[in-house]
């Protein structure tokens, strides 16, 4: 298994772009250094607004410490969950239902922008993802890794992130190594735990990385081949809030399982069922008239670090344990179950 790199003494500062700057300046700096990053490019009080309907509904969900301002984010910890727990689809699914949520990804500022780095009509991808992530939970940080590994599609595809919110460097945003999409190809990825499930081992990187203490309105931009992490959520007890959306040329390829609601596998979750309450049907199914390229989901690098963790598992690594518990816990119709009970069993005999 990968170790988690977590490079809290030696974080360069981010180049700062402007939107207003060339877009072939840009275009070259993207090409560059393997990201974009823009301050305030986004409406803080329209990220305001929507940090208040989402911890509003982190409130319903007994996510929030009772008796704290809401807006503050201040986490219950006995309700730590993660992506990939059983638990956390019950208050993740319901943000997912915002329509103020799907809204943001489609933002005019970040679209324009777009537009004008692509030279030609961008396609959201109607999965939008929004990542809420527990204090005091740092094993569950999300990996170094490169994007393709899970969105596919096209090298061209590009990540959005932001913060819901101020996330200053301890609160836990994202870092990328620039230049690291120069290899212009997949890199050999590991099993771990975290978002996605996958790591790049850190010997196989070069370069310093680059973050910032993020502040609202921030939007950092990279290609799916940059390699980035999360930084670990070392406050004492407050969630970290953000979008982590894809956008691409709407010619290129795009994996048919960026067409569905995120982590809507593990709990049936529907399109109709996440526009149930909207008030209007403008983005509902915007992309089913498109003439998109949609190619099957390659399974290679899943299965690569579900064999991984399959072996660590029989060695007793805690980690890969973790990841066969959760597995029978969540998924006991995949096929993969039998499998874990059967090193869960020999372990326990």
């Not at 598992?313 to 009970?341: I, S």
């Amino acid at each position: 298994m990968i170790e988690k790199q977590y490079p809290m003494t030696a974080i360069a500062p981010f180049i700062e772009s402007s939107a207003t700057e060339d877009p072939a300046v840009l275009r070259q700096r993207l090409d560059d250094e393997g990201y974009l990053f823009f301050r305030r490019l986004q409406d803080p009080n329209a990220i305001r607004a929507l940090r208040r309907d989402i911890v509003t509904v982190l409130q319903a969900g007994g996510w929030l410490a009772p008796g704290t301002n809401p807006e503050d984010g201040i986490a219950a910890l006995k309700a730590r969950c993660t992506e990939g727990d059983v638990e956390y689809p019950a208050v993740y699914h319901q943000v997912y239902r915002l329509e103020s949520f799907h809204r943001a990804g489609h933002c005019p500022e970040v679209l324009q922008l777009l537009a004008k780095l692509i030279d030609g009509p961008v396609l959201p991808h109607p999965q939008k993802i929004a990542r809420l992530w527990f204090p005091q939970y740092t094993e569950h940080t999300t990996p170094i890794h490169q994007d393709f590994v899970h969105f596919q599609g096209s090298f061209q595809t590009l990540s959005v992130w932001a913060p819901i919110g101020d996330c200053p460097i301890d609160l836990g945003g994202l870092a990328v190594i620039p230049g690291s999409h120069k290899v212009n190809k997949v890199l050999t990825h590991h099993f771990s735990l975290g978002a996605g499930g996958l790591a790049i081992d850190p010997a196989d990187l070069q370069g310093q990385w680059h973050s910032t203490d993020y502040q609202i309105g921030d939007t950092l931009i990279f290609p799916s081949l940059t390699a980035h992490q999360a930084l670990p959520n070392n406050t004492a007890d407050r969630l970290r809030l953000s979008l982590d959306n894809r956008y691409q040329p709407q010619h290129v390829p795009i994996g048919e399982h960026m067409l569905e609601p995120h982590l809507g596998l593990n709990s049936a979750l529907t399109w109709d069922e996440v526009y149930a309450n909207w008030e209007s049907t403008e983005l509902q199914y915007y992309w089913k008239d498109l003439p998109l390229d949609i190619v099957p989901r390659d399974p290679q690098w899943g299965e690569a670090g579900f064999k991984e963790a399959l072996d660590l598992a029989r060695q007793g690594d805690d980690h890969a344990l973790y990841l066969m518990h959760r597995l029978v816990k969540r998924d006991p119709a995949d096929p993969r179950v039998a499998e874990a009970k059967a090193i869960l069993a020999a372990l326990a005999a």
